[in-house]
């Protein structure tokens, strides 16, 4: 096994809050374990026109606390063609860059798998995105921060609708996820929620209204985009038709889930899974996502990584306490 | 001067943060003056379906720092009509109600006008709207609170248009006002706002960015809802033709910026507010909005609390802040 | 095994932020299953003056965002007595109280554990304290707030320290637990930490500031209340003689760490237990805290979640992280 | 008068959040009106040991959002002194600055008036202090940031004071003013506040105590540090005396009121001023601080705006609000 000398860190994908927390762990533990380590801008991109620059222990300081990322992050066609790949291959070559580690969600890391399998490159993933739609790992870096996110929004959704005795439709990300949905749904106390996932529809919740206490008019609905009832507009105007009575209001929190300061719990997953990619290079591992699973440190394949989690099994029991709860 | 020995308060049109403290301190403020403080649900509907209870102190105890309003609000069709009317002043009357404190907007202030002058009933009004859209007060109770949600919103946005360098087009609230768009603009260092006041329009912006920093592509323009060019998504439109470069997303803020804790500004000014309408019906003023201008409480007919701000002289000003910063 | 009709629920000990998510939870779980759940009023102290109130669902209603527990909280020292406990029975047994379910931290479940054993009363308990020092359960409900508000608080120390280029030492909450120090230490980006339970004491962090970058002054130092070396101002002390060059300011951060609205995580969590609490009732559990242990539901006797985790094994590699990521 | 080509912009004396929005609007203005913008680092340090650089837009982008100050601060004793700022004086003649712009409070404009005299070189005063204790300004920048942060703490402690039936004597920032405890004060709903400039002490809140609502043990009091009791342990020691029924709690908040991201008002007060400071100076302008009187830019000598507010006239009405607003 080569000692790792030089080694590239990127962002790549849609930003989440801790990406920079996890930069700032990758270029310290780097420099811990003497390397230099090349910070490469706006993802895959920058590996193909060689934009980079390298990071001492200042170019990271106080940045833990931001939201976004400083290396950038763009989802990058060329990399996806042999063409793109093998330019980036000729750059980091030329670069003397031994080792990547790129810190992203299942696109990302799609790309590594093709690229450390295509040129033999020691590759490390750290799981960067909201959606926490990875195997691999309880939690992906910028979950936490999201569903706070979601959750103070819509705390103060709940205020106007409570003064105004309104129901409100409000969409969150999650295209094919609802982990977003679920999660911060319990934690607003919502009266509904509406995944991909699940099998419990729009009439299900019809149900349940129709059935809901009598005096209480303020309610809400939370709908993961990817819903296969379409969205809170589709949802909206569904029980508009059924619920005439109700005073329907329509809300999309859209990006501002994907930014602000990372939460205590983003902060620290990341600064230790940014560590955990360091020493993993060091002990020769490659291809793999470091993730957390329970209290410790799991390395797994980026082709089984990026195997969405099946939450089939678990989201009835969720969703059953989103029953219990609300009504 | 007949001694005000009972009174009625309510909160009416759109919630504003700020109106629970305001509703604390004319009841406190009641209390402290030997009067009965009557809280009416829901606004004027409150008034016709005699819909009220009883204050004591307790009652408003732990609620300064709430969003919404602990007596609701509504809009309600029935007091505009004659009939509507009549049947409140009966109720009031059996309920030997002898003035009123509204909290709430034109729309609220334009009824406490009329019905003050049919019945000649005292009646005090609260400027309680996050438009800041009233004459006879610097800011309404809300608008602080307001502004500072939309600069939090806009920050995360900020994250991931740098990180992205994307173009956001974010829509806030005003129908007929730009105030919470320019303000809230100039907090967030926009690149360009749009509001109905201003003959600035998307030429000038397209002009702007055409002749901004060329390296510099991640950038927020704040659409005032009721801007003559037509909100976010006509701007975005628009933006896409004629940069077709730009990464353009849209956001529409939406209903967070009703909801709340109210900020310390807002508090303070609800406080004071609800204890100077008390001492104005102690001293027999009726038919005025009570207000703060620079330190000092002024009353202010209805009629002309009604007559929204000319911001046209303040908002070139302002505008032109925007342009020496942004670019 | 006879069903349970009848059960009240009381909060003990130093208040937690998602207290009441939980009994939010359990009020509603407990009219789930066809209880009723009467609420006592501050912890055992209300079993013994028999102050309690019959609590239906509305009762709490839009209560999950709010910290503190409604149901107030106290340390009872007549519990500790068999005569206390003699006329909590009574009470209980009046009042036709089939079960318990107590939340809090060790304190109360000792409290439980004996009450249970002497009087066979089926009881059950939720780990609510900040301090997050039980076993049988990941987190405990309020821990994740508390960090939150930390590092919110140091985020905003971290500012003016870096302004003035000056070494801040921090004291957070923790008499006999660093938990709250190491992870919000780490989530801030502390050059150093001293906690309860680790043998690295002053010294090292000496060494290790004197090791530290010389261009470098702004520094923020976190310590356990509980600390061996005597907490913020006994370090401070001691640094201020070692490095007479460094302006050195002391914050303690104090009852903030217990206030504020829960994060999505402590209301999922707190939610998620108060419902495993009635169900572990309906199925014949009793003497047990119900915690979280990786993804499912743990049920652990009183006597063996009072048991402090044994850090010692973890700490060393947490404060690797920070020696790794700090200087 | 002679054309200003290049100035020099520094902050001093204590931070403040908004220094940075203040920052960013005198170098975009200066870049605006042709001028080259120098930034000191460590304010009058800065000039004395010539630290300084060259301020382009981009240096300045992004940190309208950010507490603190990019420029660094610091209290100068050398400044003091003439020979101090001989050296002062010669560095920036050589490095051809023509006027200066100082951000800061009464320290900060007491060096800038001797320094304007003795040399007569332009300078010009932005009011950063989270105090608001300068006459020229209705508010200072960085002092609705401060009390903000002030009500979110509080708020947190009168969660865990609601919950445990506490007391609690809160210590704010003021060692000369009490309008940081009297805003916040009121926007906390302190049940009694203590400053330097109010005869009220601490045998009216005695009294008032006594007097207050048997049934309602928890109390918020606000002291300001300077405040004659001597600051919230002599109170608390006190209190303790008079009240032994009461469980009394201390909570000095510290340094955290420094810090954190600037509030829209501050932002947009600091933007406004920092584009007036060089329209000032493009005007001919020296020996004058900028500010904001009701709506409009003052300019006001250094001499007058150091003459601390005499807030005797306005604290009775404030208080009196608190006494009527609290029991």
Not at 162 to 178: A, K, P, T, W
Not at 284 to 298: E, F, P, R, T
Not at 299 to 318: C, E, G, M, R
Request: glycine share 12%; proline share 2%.
């Amino acid at each position: 096994m080569q000692k790792i000398k030089n080694i590239g860190v990127l962002t790549s994908g849609g930003d989440a809050p801790g990406m920079n927390a996890a930069i700032r762990a990758v270029v310290r533990a780097g420099i811990y374990y003497d390397m230099n380590v090349y910070g490469y801008i706006r993802g895959y991109e920058g590996l193909i026109v060689n934009d980079f620059m390298l990071m001492d222990r200042k170019s990271v300081a106080n940045i833990i606390q931001r939201g976004g990322t400083i290396l950038k992050t763009a989802r990058c066609e060329s990399f996806r063609t042999a063409e793109g790949r093998a330019i980036a291959y000729k750059n980091i070559k030329q670069n003397n860059i031994d080792a990547l580690v790129v810190i992203g969600g299942d696109g990302t890391f799609t790309g590594a798998h093709i690229f450390e399998e295509e040129y033999n490159i020691p590759i490390i993933g750290l799981p960067g995105t909201i959606d926490n739609d990875l195997a691999g790992t309880d939690f992906t870096i910028g979950y936490d921060t999201a569903i706070n996110t979601v959750v103070d929004a819509v705390d103060k959704i709940r205020d106007t609708a409570e003064s105004h005795d309104r129901l409100f439709i409000v969409e969150v990300m999650g295209r094919d996820s609802g982990l977003i949905a679920l999660r911060s749904g319990i934690g607003v106390g919502a009266e509904g929620i509406l995944i991909p996932e699940s099998s419990v529809g729009l009439d299900d919740l019809v149900k349940k209204l129709e059935g809901g206490r009598k005096n209480k008019f303020s309610k809400i609905i939370i709908v993961a985009e990817g819903d296969i009832e379409g969205g809170a507009f589709s949802v909206g105007n569904l029980l508009k038709e059924k619920f005439p009575a109700y005073d329907i209001r329509i809300s999309i929190l859209g990006h501002i889930q994907r930014g602000g300061k990372p939460s205590c719990m983003d902060r620290v997953l990341a600064s230790r899974l940014g560590v955990a990619a360091i020493e993993g290079l060091v002990h020769g591992k490659s291809g793999v996502m470091v993730g957390q699973i329970h209290k410790d440190i799991a390395y797994t394949p980026f082709s089984q990584a990026i195997k969405h989690l099946d939450i089939n099994q678990v989201s009835p029991a969720w969703l059953r306490l989103v029953n219990i709860l609300s009504l």
